[in-house]
DNA sequence: GGTTTGGCGAAAACATCTTGCGCGGTTGTG
DNA sequence: CACAACCGCGCAAGATGTTTTCGCCAAACC
């Protein structure tokens, strides 16, 4: 089972350094128990292993003047492979973009996007993601309001799982 | 305009620490061209004010067994407040549930879901998100792939945005 | 039973954080 | 203009945290 190479001390930091990503590593030793310089050893294993894909501050996006954020759903033309890459790209460059997710179903990608505010979005969509080629068609959503945003991963789901499957 | 009261300094510190949130405060003084004592104390003034909100590690799914993310569009019967809310209570409670934004037009509100294996989010739409009064439909899609997952904002159009309107 | 492996903790060298203080530039006022 | 108040910077030093080295122990494996 994926996951399973770790012990509970590993999964322990991994849960507190999502929790918190710039605890010092003395106080992460001693929310999990161990010493320090053996801490911080896991934390480099687990970042080489690539457990730990980075660290990221979480900022406000509507104190930074970004007070719109849209979810976006686009059917393309052609779903080959090819087509489906070129798209992507084209998401990976856009800076409005935040997120861009294959979807199966009806709908060929999902969007999550952010704009300082609802005309500077219409000019990105109407510009710029409507006038791709291959795109269909695009339904877009505003977001009204977010009840939750929790990033990162439930441990304590995992958890429960290992002890299931023990 | 918003973030206005920010000087380029802390714009700058802000897009460091986003794309780095664990850098040492020598590191990111240097960066900022600031020398590390006003830069400690600006990092101090931006989590007191709310513009950092937190830090957090970013952990490989898939490497923790989370092989399944769905997106979930949620219709309601009742969109009266009380019964919003109720059902924003519920995705709060439910962990697998990482992220609920609540949308204009036909969907109510999409979810952002993640699971060990489909089977586990299966008896989680079935049992829970579909038993849940005042759900009248749940049409969900599965990530095939993900192209892009950006945290944060674009700094870039932050600034072009300051440049034009300066 | 010896060897290997992996992980731990203690201690020391090193780096960073944090605080107080003085300097220089800017603003507002007489 | 001159002056004072203010703001933010950099410097320096003591406190704190990080990282390396080393030796030890226990479990796994010949």
């Not at 003395?26 to 480099?44: M, N």
């Not at 730990?52 to 779903?79: C, N, P, T, W």
Request: proline share 4%; with cysteine; glycine share 6%.
């Amino acid at each position: 089972m994926a996951g399973s190479k770790l012990d509970p001390i590993d999964r322990h930091i991994l849960a507190e350094l999502q929790a918190d990503g710039r605890m010092t590593n003395v106080e992460l030793a001693s929310r999990v128990g161990i010493s320090a310089p053996p801490c911080l050893r896991r934390v480099r294993t687990l970042e080489e292993a690539g457990y730990i894909k980075g660290y990221h501050a979480d900022i406000d996006a509507r104190e930074m003047g970004f007070e719109v954020q849209v979810f976006a759903m686009v059917r393309l033309q052609s779903q080959a492979e090819a087509d489906l890459s070129t798209f992507e790209g084209r998401c990976r460059a856009w800076p409005l973009v935040r997120e861009c997710h294959m979807l199966n179903g009806e709908i060929d990608f999902i969007l999550k996007c952010v704009a300082p505010d609802l005309s500077s979005f219409q000019s990105f969509l109407t510009e710029q993601l409507l006038k791709a080629e291959n795109v269909a068609n695009v339904k877009t959503s505003l977001v009204i309001r977010c009840a939750k945003d929790e990033p990162g991963l439930p441990f304590d789901v995992l958890e429960a799982r290992l002890a299931k499957h023990a």
